[in-house]
């Protein structure tokens, strides 16, 4: 991709938030040309651009004005949305570019935050055009006095995009280019149908990935005995961050990241990642931007882990969409140190859709430390219950460890792997084992 890095993320982010409809929100430090990238990219497309800026407007200049009309009430369509709609009448598609949002009033960040999810103003059926794609721009936090902030709830409704330059080097380099070495090399999108079978797909590949992910995610910290989760705890803090300012996950988030994969895969890009290591970070910061878990529950540490996971798990969905998966190198998972459920997890997370590659050394591993634990002949039910009256944490691990390796016996069933049935069988005895004894050893731990 060049000299045209910051060139070419806010491309690929307005290609895919015009496919998939998603708003899409560029922050970045002041002076890496937002406003000039998406003059240039509109001119280019054939998009007129109509701009609402947030420090510049009142409520009602967003969503309009209500007025009685001859008794009735009715709403007066403000200037912008009248140039929005006389350009669609014309055959021009437009931009409605949002600039200044964090300099927006809250009360005026509510109305863009209405407008940008329902795509319509005050009034009935005073919907925005299909064909208009809503794109917003701030700066970060630290470039603005203390009093301005962007609400979460604002930024829920977006699709994330931090524009940073890679070093200073390519900032140089990007911005020293003439206006034609600036327009040269410009990406090329396909325009790929999503057929009712390659939908499925995606969301099979996608909803099982995710769980997978999440389920890591929402375990004991063995620091503290804290839960940790990729949940949002607080709100506070998620803009603060410069260069990593991501969503919180929820369910308007996971929707989003359904729409945005299904556009990239229109695009093609999906076919070209495996030899552009470059295009697979830029398509991350997209898919960060929905759901990098900002103000999760656990620490930065844990975030940094979960953002490496969550690239390991959605390119190789995209992978797998492209017919062009590349088989991982295995890794050997220490499951020593882990609880069942633990362990279960992190298998779980390299194998997010298993094959009979996937049941190697680890999954060996795995089992044997799941029949050591549970095993009713290695470990004998009076001993166990006391083990658990000794330590009463381990009530809680061992419901969350039963609860595991019920999800791990219908993901093998699932498979359908002859080679499996053994293994199916020998958890399906240890599950009806502990399921008789269970009411009574919480009792007697009770007790």
Known sequence: M????????????????????????????PGLAKTTNLSLWA???????????????VREEVLGYMINDKGQAATLKPDWFDEVIDNHKKGKKTVLFIDELSTAPEDVQSSLLQLSFSRKIGGKDNYLPDDVLIVAAANYKENLPPQMNIMAPTLNRYMLVNLTAQDMNSLVDEFMLDEDEFNSEMLKFDNIEITDEMNTKIKDLLGTSLKSLFSAYNVKDDAGGNTISAKAKSFDGIYDTEGDVYNFVSGRSISYLKRVTKAIVSTGLHNQITANIELRDKIMLLVYG?????????????????????????????????????????????????????????????????????????FLKLYTKICTQYDIKATPFAAFVKQMHDNPRMVTEFIGDMQRIDHLVLLLKECDLPSLKT??????????????YKLQSMMMVKG
């Open 43 to 57: 001119e280019e497309m054939g998009y007129a651009v109509t701009t609402l800026i947030g420090s510049q407007r």
């Open 423 to 436: 293994f199916v069988e020998k958890l399906n005895d240890i599950q009806t084992v502990w399921e008789a």
């Open 290 to 362: 929905l759901i990098g878990a900002g103000t999760c529950t656990f620490d930065a540490q844990t975030q940094k882990k979960y953002l490496k996971q969550l690239k390991e798990s959605y390119m190789s969905i995209l992978n797998q969409l492209s017919g062009q998966a590349v088989k991982k190198k295995s890794v050997k998972i220490d499951f020593d140190k882990l609880t069942v459920g633990q362990a279960i997890n992190t298998w779980q997370l390299h194998n997010e859709n298993p094959t009979q590659d996937n049941f190697d050394e680890n």
């Open 2 to 29: 060049g000299n045209h890095n910051i060139r070419d993320t806010f491309h690929i982010a307005m290609e895919v938030g015009f496919r998939s409809k998603v708003p899409v929100l560029f922050l970045s430090n």
